[in-house]
């Protein structure tokens, strides 16, 4: 595939992720709606499973049970009954269990203070394997037989729009679910474009790297082996051999110069030594380009790592080098590149001003957010920390497959 057609893709499936996440944050709206209407009911409200454990209650439940919402999650309604009561709950939650019709009971809480009388009344789903139990406090309430009724038929009132907000709740859920998986397929797709976009992308780079090197390389050595040799036919000119002189410098720094761009497109010190030596080839052009000194440690197991990996963490290396050199003012700068526990980790210090939290999310910030992308193509993170005058650290971790350690080596390439 062309990478304009891959980078057409990747813009489609841009767009589709931003369209994933309106949905997600309207179905959030919706599910705090619901979840309002349940914690601001004027009854109190658990909802169990049919194994009576908890799974949320309001803030009138909160009440009449007495506990913090986290002591009571979890854990079984019945705990929060008083021991005498236990055989009238018992009976109250089989009859629930066992109907889908509404069960009732009273519960009496003794005790001088804290003394009260909770009606609890409540239905067992199976289809959503749930209980949903309406609690009221009707302690010195001396209830007429009709305002028992009419108490009654509120509460079922109460109850049944609580299961109904409940069930809506549910659905909410479950659509919120269905969004999230339909957002994960499509970020890992992305991932996988943005991937295959890079490796393309290098590729390319490769090819002008070769072109680079080898056309115009060549056509330079024998321009200079030329100039040099009208240098020594017209030896008794002096004037042209000055000129000549003059050209042949010109021409070996045009030869680095073009070493220097083929190597920046497409480093091959990657291809040919791998990432463990190639990253030190380029602390050390670092440090004599700088003058920053640049100690490494490498403790690597294989010399070798796969070459889109090799190639996204050595480019986010020299995206650190040259935030060093252009921002940081620092000094001396420590590479460490270790695998840990199946992770490659690459860790860049330096002793510099220190990056500020702005700078980091700042959207222009364009090279970190390239860093993390590339970290993020490969299943990894980026952290970069940074205080005040005291130096920057930039930490990449990259899933690796687990294996030995093999390859150690140590290197300071500090003048
Ligand atoms: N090592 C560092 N020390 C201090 N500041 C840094 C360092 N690296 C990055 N920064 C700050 O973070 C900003 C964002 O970095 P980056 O995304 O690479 O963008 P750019 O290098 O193009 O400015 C920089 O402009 C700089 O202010
Ligand atoms: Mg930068």
Not at 293 to 300: A, D, F, M, P, R
Not at 361 to 371: H, Y
Request: glycine fraction near 6%.
């Amino acid at each position: 595939m062309q990478l304009h057609e891959l980078e057409e893709q990747m813009g489609e499936l841009e767009i589709r992720n931003a369209e994933l996440l309106q949905a997600m944050k309207e179905t959030e709206k919706v599910l705090q709606k619901y979840s309002n209407l349940f914690d601001q009911a004027p009854v109190g409200g658990v909802i169990t499973g049919r194994d009576g454990i908890i799974r949320a209650v309001n803030h009138v439940g909160t009440q009449i049970l007495g506990g913090e919402r986290s002591d009571l999650v979890g854990r079984r309604l019945e705990h929060f009954v008083p021991y005498s009561a236990r055989s009238v709950f018992t009976e109250f939650f089989g009859n629930m269990l066992r109907g889908e019709q509404i069960a009732t009971c009273e519960v009496e809480r003794s005790g001088e203070v804290n003394r009260a009388i909770i009606h609890f009344e409540g239905v067992c789903t199976t289809a959503e394997d749930e209980c949903r139990i309406a609690m009221i406090d009707i302690t010195g309430r001396k209830l007429s037989p009709e305002e028992r009724v009419k108490q009654n038929l509120r509460l079922q009132e109460l109850s049944g729009e609580l299961a109904r907000a409940n069930r809506e709740h549910h659905q909410e859920i479950f659509r919120h679910k269905k969004w999230e998986e339909a957002l994960n397929v499509s970020l890992s797709q992305q991932r996988k474009l943005a991937s295959r976009i890079m490796s393309v992308r290098e590729e390319e780079r490769t090819a002008v790297a070769r072109e680079i090197h080898d056309e115009l390389g060549q056509m330079l050595a024998a321009l200079q082996l030329n100039v040099s040799l009208m240098a020594q036919e017209y030896s008794d000119h002096a004037q042209l051999v000055a000129r000549t002189k003059a050209m042949e410098n010109l021409i070996t720094s045009s030869i680095m110069t073009v070493q220097r761009i083929s190597s920046e497109l497409r480093p091959v010190m990657l291809d040919i030594l791998g990432l463990a030596d190639a990253i030190e080839w380029q602390a050390k052009e670092f440090q004599k380009r700088s003058g920053i000194s640049c100690k490494t440690i490498i403790l690597l197991t294989e010399k070798k790592q796969d070459r889109d990996l090799s190639t996204a963490v050595y480019r986010i290396f020299q995206e650190a080098l040259s935030n060093v050199i252009r921002h940081s003012g620092a000094t001396t700068v420590q590479v460490d590149l270790v695998e840990r526990k199946g992770w490659l980790v690459l860790t860049v210090r330096d002793n510099g001003r220190g990056i500020a939290e702005q700078e980091k999310r700042d959207v222009q910030s364009l090279g970190i957010a390239g860093m993390r992308e590339r970290a993020e193509t490969f299943g990894g993170k980026l952290r970069i920390c940074g205080a005040p005058q005291q130096g920057t650290a930039l930490f990449v971790r990259i899933p690796l497959t687990g294996k030995e350690l093999l390859y150690a080596h140590q290197d300071s390439c500090s003048r």
